[in-house]
């Protein structure tokens, strides 16, 4: 008997997504009935808006919701992401320069699907969320790394992509707020980033998914804004996910030049077709009201924009006890050991320490959850250092949402 014939090499060189799997893993723990909060995956801690939950129920009962829509999605729910990439992103595009995608994922890998050829190389600031890499080598691409470190706050700067572009370099991935550091570019910062793709003819595919989850004042430029040129060689990517509590919705987009998402919609439409019609008439419902035009986030909650890989909290109380310790942790290949803590994480995890006031319940009286501890070396000497200006400060989000979720249970 022959041997059977290889699987695919391609894909046997594609890592899983360890978002996922560790979610999976802690989802796992969770139905054993495990004390476990996960923040693999980045998912907000709080539910879908009910009128989004009511509009899908209203689609369920409605037999038009049982057929196929159009593969990039309903006129309807295009036009309203049209409206709103105008709105957060100034840039004015046609329904037909959208298509709506199973989540923000199955749009970063059609972007790269639709602008990369075979041997292109892809500058990819690092760190990055690990899906990039991966769906940059399912397109023939070669991901091309160019660190930032805590020293630059995260952020690449126009010398550090001039000296990694070589004449294979066809693409930028831009992400701004960052998954996983936070980190947001300044409008100046945005700006020459796009002058010097425009210049090189570089394609940017610009990953907007946490635009709308920033905080103390600080506004994330859509490159497209900063530079409106840049436009016919950009493609957005965007989604409900984080914004609107909606992970498990997946009702995603990308916005690009009609060329692009001419060639992209070809291969969706072989690919998965059209986004669950119930999910796409709920965002529809959603996009449609005023009061809902920026986020669903609940005041005081603020949903961790960097999870998936810097700053995932554990909490290793056992069952009844109080914590024993919380650890922040970045896995091996994110880069440090620890990840880098800006003095306002240190502060945050100071104050987490302490015991605290709760509302309602009687002054002075401790948090349920939260005793004073000896606060390690590292957290001390971030203390001493400036507050960064213009930062999502991820690790203290992180722990903010570790307390909300610490004084509910
Ligand atoms: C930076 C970034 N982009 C895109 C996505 C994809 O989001 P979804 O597919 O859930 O819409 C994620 C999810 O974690 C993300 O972190």
């Keep these: 008997m022959t041997e059977r014939a ?42 879908t808006p009910q009128f989004i939950v009511d509009a899908a129920a209203e689609a369920l009962a409605d037999p038009a919701s049982y057929r196929y829509t159009p593969a990039p999605g309903l006129p309807a729910l295009r036009e309203a992401i049209a409206a709103k990439t ?41 760190p990055y969320w690990t899906t990039y890499p991966e769906a940059i080598r399912l397109a023939d691409g070669t991901p091309v790394e160019v660190f930032a470190g805590a020293d630059q706050e995260y952020k690449v700067t126009v010398e550090q992509l001039e000296a990694a572009r070589t004449e294979r370099t066809t693409v930028l991935v831009f992400v701004s707020p960052s998954n996983p550091t936070g980190s947001v570019y300044t409008a100046e910062e945005t700006k020459a980033i796009g002058e010097w793709a425009l210049e090189h003819g570089i394609w940017i595919v610009s990953d907007e998914i946490y635009q709308n989850l920033t905080y103390e004042g600080v506004k994330a430029t859509s490159i497209v804004e900063a530079v409106p040129d840049v436009a016919n060689q950009t493609i957005l990517v965007n989604g409900v996910a984080k914004t609107y509590a909606m992970t498990g919705w997946r009702v995603g987009w990308m916005v690009g030049p009609a060329d692009a998402i001419k060639v992209a919609g070809n291969l969706q439409s072989h690919l998965t077709s059209n986004v669950n019609n119930v999910a796409q008439k ?40 109080e914590p024993a310790r919380r650890v922040l942790r ?71 949402l570790t307390r909300l979720v610490a004084s509910t249970r």
Excluded: C, M, W
């Design 282 to 321: 709920a965002d529809d419902r959603r996009a449609q009201r005023p009061a809902d035009r920026g986020r669903a986030v609940p005041r005081g909650v603020r949903p961790p924009p960097s999870a998936d890989r810097v700053g995932a909290v554990e909490d290793r109380r056992p069952r009844g006890a």
């Design 6 to 47: 290889p699987l695919s090499r391609k894909l046997s060189a594609i890592a899983e997504s360890a978002t996922l799997k560790v979610d999976a893993k802690a989802k796992a723990l969770k139905a054993e009935g495990k004390p476990v909060i996960s923040y693999a995956a980045g998912e907000p801690d709080f539910a």
């Design 86 to 126: 105008l709105r957060d992103s100034g840039l004015e595009v046609s329904p037909a320069q959208v298509i709506v995608t199973n989540g923000g994922k199955q749009s970063v890998y059609q972007a790269f699907q639709a602008v990369v050829n075979p041997g292109d190389e892809v500058l990819l600031p690092a």
């Design 330 to 400: 970045v896995p091996r290949r994110a880069g440090p050991a620890r990840p880098h803590l800006g003095r306002r994480d240190a502060d945050h995890i100071a104050r987490a320490r302490r015991p605290h006031p709760r509302p309602g319940r009687g002054r002075g009286r401790p948090r349920r959850g939260l005793r004073p501890v000896r606060l390690p070396p590292h957290v001390v000497r971030a203390r001493r250092r400036p507050a960064p200006r213009g930062r999502a400060a991820p690790a203290a989000a992180v722990l903010r």
